[in-house]
């Protein structure tokens, strides 16, 4: 028997609707489960019924030719040659949104499409009609440049997907106003609690400020509400005509030191569920099904919970972690001063057998002024090229560059180096569209800053497979397997 496609629209709705259902544990795809759920979910049709398993066999295969094979099959190991034993294990959705889509007319017959390629050099120095060899051959270096510059389809597709993929997080409005944040830290801030060592957080001040809500200007109260505000704290032995500490929220001595220090008060936080819209959009952008230039998509691989190992990394059998599309390592380089934790000699670094870890992919690596040298070489000898180098622009506690930087022998240092390695020729990086300079706060000792993590994303996917090296408890997350001496050990 022959099905329209109209009935077999209905077995297309049953699929978009309950994939979950039927991909997972008890159903599984088996094909024999799906008929007896299908069944049921058509009783009431007067345009499609199954008298007998075989029926609803034959109107799957129909169904599968006519989506070019949306439903990919394995066959049971003990049985391979019956339909009836067989399973979906995976379900192309744009060919299943495709026939969704798709309207019931049939199809004029037409002439095969007209395919205009536009790629070729060609095409870029004549219209496809006056094609003629020697036009290659008078190509002058400008216009093969010309040529050169052009962004190509893949990079145009990436920017949009990165887009799609990217959160935007504005950069925070900052109020300038001195009268402000007095105003604020009087009716926020309790001296004591700082040298006493309470726990203070934001929550706590935007309940203080919102009881005394009466006795603050209304202009204020917004600028509050939208702006970050800097609050003095003025203790018994601050001198504020010293002006501003240069450590500010880093300085060691906040007990004895005469120079002013701040509070961080962010606006708060406006309630914001998400809108019917904007979840809409967020389910539109999980099942993007594109995959061109990632090396994984969700079809393949789901985003793993964080992992971690708490070891020493000289002592990991690297060849067990198997391979990874990116990877960051944050030696802790010895720079002569001391540190919250145990170093790494420059050696140790070297010998690390990182070659095991990417046949092909992306390695950062993070390196201090001393060692920027000898972390080329470490690249080097790891089978990487130097493709770039990534600055960091260390910001302070008020959002300025950093001119006390606590290294720095002769020069202060404000800024972090890291290194970016490329092995083999991973076609499948998202290329041109991050910088290579970060400018964020500082937080504790060492802490890198979170945008690499975006970065790395955007250039190689969400669904890719990541190592962090050196990570410390603030650095796991998901989709990343993060190994340090410093980790909780469970
Ligand atoms: N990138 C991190 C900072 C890393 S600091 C961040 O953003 O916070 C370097 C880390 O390497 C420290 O936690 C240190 O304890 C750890 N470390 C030093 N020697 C190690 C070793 N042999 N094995 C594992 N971790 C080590």
Redesign the pocket.
Known sequence: MKYSVDQLKLFNIYLLENQELILNQPINGDLWKIYELFKKNIIDNNILQFESLNDFLNYFQQFNELTGGSLHISKSKFCSAELTRSRIVWINNIALNILRDLNNETPEPSSPPIIKDASSLFDFISPPTTRNLNQIRNLTINDIQEFIKKPTTKLILDKKRSKLNTPISNFPLICNSQQHSLILSKFGLNRKEFLTKQSLNDNIIHQRITQSKIQINQDILNCYNEKIHFLPIIYNHTDSKLGDCSYLDTCHKMKTCRYLHYYTLNPPLKSESPTQQQQQQQQQQQQIDYTLNECFSQNFRTITPPQWIN??????NFEKLGKFSAI?S???WSIHQN??????GDL?SINLPMNLLQDEGILFL?VTARSLDIGREALKKWGYIVSNEVIWVKLNQLKRTIVTGRTGHWLNHSKEHLLVGLKGNPSWLNLSIDLDVIVSNT???????DELYDIIDRMCGLYSRKL?????Q??VRPGWLT?????NSQ
């Open positions: 070891c020493d990394i000289t002592s990991l960051i944050d030696p802790a540190l919250p934790y145990g170093t790494f140790e993070w937080r504790e000792t060492s802490r890198k800053p962090e090296l050196f990570g410390r603030h650095n190994v340090g001496n410093q980790l």
